[in-house]
């Protein structure tokens, strides 16, 4: 089992920045690639970005394309997510995943985290 935590969630006005992180516990930590997905009201899940299990390739939804950079650093077992220029659009609990793959059929990752809530104010 891979246990995930994500924190830095919270309000922000648009154009503004969140650095969201997501901490893992359980397995080792590298050998998963990492990814972070987002629900908002009343919408499906989607794909926001993913990572690497050495942080050599990421990926990104073109939503988010050259706003927003997923890292990860291994020693500490920790993903991040920096999101800048933040849209109202943007609004959605933020979920962050562990899996082998790092694009499974369906962006259905095995493991995921319990969620943070990203609002953006107009």
């Known amino acids: 089992q891979v246990q995930l935590v994500e924190s830095g969630g919270g309000l922000v006005q648009a154009g503004g920045s969140l650095r969201l992180s997501c901490a893992a516990s359980?397995?080792?930590?590298?050998?998963?690639?990492m990814a972070w997905s987002r629900q908002a009201t009343g919408k499906e899940r989607e794909f926001v970005a993913v990572?690497?299990?050495?942080?050599?390739?990421?990926r990104y939804a073109e939503s988010v394309k050259g706003r927003f950079t997923i890292s990860r650093d291994n020693a500490k077992n920790t993903v991040y997510l920096q999101m800048n220029n933040l849209k109202p659009e943007d609004t959605a609990v933020y979920y962050c995943?562990?899996?082998?793959?790092?694009?499974?059929?369906?962006?259905?990752?095995?493991?995921w985290g319990q969620g943070t809530q990203v609002t953006v104010s107009s």
């Open positions: 995943a562990a899996d082998f793959e790092m694009t499974p059929k369906g962006y259905e990752y095995d493991y």
């Open positions: 359980g397995r080792t930590f590298s050998n998963y690639a």
């Open positions: 990572i690497s299990r050495t942080g050599g390739i990421s």
